[in-house]
Nanobody
């Protein structure tokens, strides 16, 4: 069974940093695109960042220059490094694995940015 297990969320002050991790099992991780999405209270789940199996990255405009997506195929893990965090970044963050026939989602982790 494919599983995505997330860690690394928490509470941080504005301007601070967090690194989210998402570890996959039960699938050939290195072949597939991975992405991060977030959902704030009362909002839909929105795209944040994506990395292809070949290492190409893309980001939503608001996080460009602050967030970095990366992957370690030896550890079957994708990361989201978040710097210069802002209160509007507060949300539940989800990782997603893009398999040919379906998408697999992590359980979500809370990120709260507040002074």
């Amino acid at each position: 069974q494919v599983q995505l297990v997330q860690s690394g969320g928490g509470l941080v002050q504005p301007g601070g940093s967090l690194r989210l991790s998402c570890a996959a099992s039960g699938i050939a991780f290195g072949r597939y695109d991975m992405s991060w999405h977030r959902q704030a209270p009362g909002n839909q789940r929105d795209f944040v960042a994506r990395i292809t199996g070949g290492g190409l990255t893309s980001y939503v405009e608001f996080v460009k220059g602050r967030f970095t997506i990366s992957r370690d195929n030896a550890k079957n893990t994708v990361y989201l490094q978040m710097n210069n965090l802002k209160p509007e970044d507060t949300a539940v963050y989800f990782c997603n694995l893009h398999a040919p026939s379906t998408n697999y989602w992590g359980q979500g982790t809370q990120v709260t940015v507040s002074s």
